[in-house]
């Protein structure tokens, strides 16, 4: 028995011997040519966090909540961002009327003025409260944001001046798809995020 295991391991050691030296003979750098080229990463350093307000209900009535973000255009992070929910030191004074989501919703933009959010199977329609929340947050991505300094929290970003508006919010709306139902809600009435 011990001899037959000796062997099999002898076998597969040569074999493998065999295959790694597979009669390349070693070599120098050799010259072909310019070096490769391509993609190439933009920097080493990653973007600096932007703050993005979205709205939370605050004694019933809507109030803005920044939230960090590396990449506002991604409408869906977003959107999941507001639909998670305040955060758990946001939850003494914040409320939702969103529902919590299993997957992440599909959202997209139409003329830069109407959101289209198609939610996932079984989620009820919303509430207007609801519906005002993902509005108004929507409707604040497409406006200039600013960013966070290096080091500064949420918290902090409540202290940063606002950028000047690029458009009205009257002209933005969202509408929200569910499973079997569909609502829309303008912007037009959405608070100030300083305010």
């Known amino acids: 028995?011990?001899?037959?295991?000796?062997?099999?391991?002898?076998?597969?050691?040569?074999?493998?011997?065999?295959?790694?030296?597979?009669?390349?003979?070693?070599?120098?750098?050799?010259?072909?040519?310019?070096?490769?080229?391509?993609?190439?990463?933009?920097?080493a350093t990653p973007r600096a966090p932007l703050a993005i307000p979205v709205y939370f209900l605050r004694d019933g009535d809507l109030a803005s909540y920044p939230r960090k973000v590396y990449d506002p255009g991604n409408l869906g992070a977003v959107v999941r961002l507001l639909f998670d929910g305040p955060t758990g030191s946001e939850a003494e004074t914040a409320t939702t009327e969103l529902p919590r989501l299993t997957d992440t919703p599909a959202v997209s933009v139409?003329?830069?003025?109407?959101?289209?959010?198609?939610?996932?199977?079984?989620?009820p329609p919303l509430s207007h409260l609801a519906m005002r929340q993902l509005a108004c947050t929507m409707a604040r991505v497409t406006l200039?944001?600013?960013?966070?300094?290096?080091?500064?929290?949420?918290?902090?970003?409540?202290?940063?001046?606002?950028?000047?508006?690029?458009?009205?919010?009257?002209?933005?709306?969202?509408?929200?798809?569910?499973?079997?139902?569909?609502?829309?809600?303008?912007?037009?009435?959405?608070?100030?995020?300083?305010?």
């Not at 139409?110 to 989620?123: A, H, R």
């Not at 950028?163 to 569910?178: E, K, T, Y």
């Open 1 to 43: 028995m011990k001899g037959s295991r000796a062997a099999a391991l002898l076998v597969g050691l040569t074999a493998a011997l065999m295959l790694a030296a597979c009669g390349v003979p070693p070599s120098d750098v050799i010259q072909a040519g310019v070096p490769a080229s391509g993609m190439t990463s933009p920097s």
């Open 144 to 195: 200039p944001i600013f960013a966070l300094p290096t080091g500064a929290s949420p918290d902090s970003a409540a202290s940063i001046p606002p950028a000047p508006a690029r458009r009205s919010l009257a002209d933005s709306s969202v509408q929200v798809l569910g499973d079997g139902w569909a609502m829309t809600q303008s912007a037009a009435s959405c608070p100030d995020p300083q305010g």
């Open 110 to 123: 139409d003329d830069g003025k109407v959101f289209s959010v198609q939610l996932p199977k079984n989620v």
